[in-house]
DNA sequence: TGCTCACCGAGCGGAACTCGATCATAGGAC
DNA sequence: GTCCTATGATCGAGTTCCGCTCGGTGAGCA
């Protein structure tokens, strides 16, 4: 497994991201522009006040277009979170082409760089932070650690760190605890609070350097 | 400024927490009891499914009753947030008189395991984690860094750590990472998965002693 | 016996969501 | 190239459900 494979690889299989797969090329468009509107509408009223009419009037569609591809309001916004993961994978593979991590440090920074940038460029990309709420019924999450496990694979692979079940855990911790001081850091500030961006990398590094160590490979 | 004030103290005003104060007995009984039912509706259908008709039937009230108390229905889970944050303060508060806090770190160690203790036995606790949303207007969330401000100059005045604004900072990154970990920890795990709890004491105690050293006092 | 607090629940407005009618497109027959 | 038609795609009025109001009724206090 490559960087480019794992992080550029398609291998995220919405659970239930659409009704009726799209056939006719109009309709690909369609999908993409509702998520576009409904990504321009979260910035503007925010997670709660968005309602279904209001993304369809954005994406210039009628109510019934929305639910021909999402079976409810909460699915829009799911589809629109994974959405963002799959371009923040994009770009995390694209950058680390152009510049190539030398260490696992390397690699985790250029995560926290991509995820930094999306969050100042791509409109609606807080909603990445909308993860656990629905606590409706004790479904698995699949998501849940996926991310974590394939990444500790390529570190593996690639840098040699001891890999298994710890390592795995780990990257779960730093996934959870980078996201959450992120979001932080763009809570009030649109622009991102440095503070915190800098909190994020510092927190991140020690924590994992502190059972690998700096330097490892 | 002690630690029982710190944390047991009133001086938590709620923004705009009921409508009517209760004046007569019964009410009161009303209220937490409004607030009891919310909290097993969370536990049951989650934030978004959780209707006001469902507060109000397992309360053993109408309608117009919820609406008697909280002007909307997100005002209901703002106050039950609140309760929930000053149950986790008193409940720090107790246990410090109990194990009185030799430094810093036994402060924390409390704190830790007061969450962890409440998000078992108290139902919709994790409310807690219903933080940041709604990124409705750009107001200023005046909750956003106070918990952190309080304890930084507690620890400072039973402790003396170095305070200014960069313990504050700290602390709020610290308090971003313990929640959103523990909150992980028990995501899919109601008693909480133990290796993610664990982590969590590490994490913010190598955090925090990196700054100020192990053994400050 | 009044007077205020507390409670109820039918009803209103608006948002989520459905469904049959209508339009657009791909792709085969010629 | 041009029809033709099956089916995908779109529309939007209508239905259902939910948040919330308000006038009327019961419960506690003086």
Redesign the interface.
Known sequence: MSLSDLFGGDPFVPAQQVRIEPIQQRSTARLSGLLDAAATV??E?????ITTAMVAERAGASIGTVYRYYPDR?AVLQALRERAVLRFRHRVSEQLKISAAKNWWDTVDVAITAFVDLYRSEPGF?IM?FS?????S?V??PE?GFFARRVAAMLVEEFGLAGGDELI??L??AV??G???L??AF??DPQGDE??IV?CRV?TH??LA?YYGPNVR
């Open positions: 979260v910035d009223v925010g997670f709660d006040r909460v807080r932070h656990d709420r629905e606590g409706a004790s698995e999450d849940s855990l780990r779960e911790v959870e605890m996201d959450s001081i979001s932080r809570r009030i503070r915190f909190e927190v020690d924590y502190g």
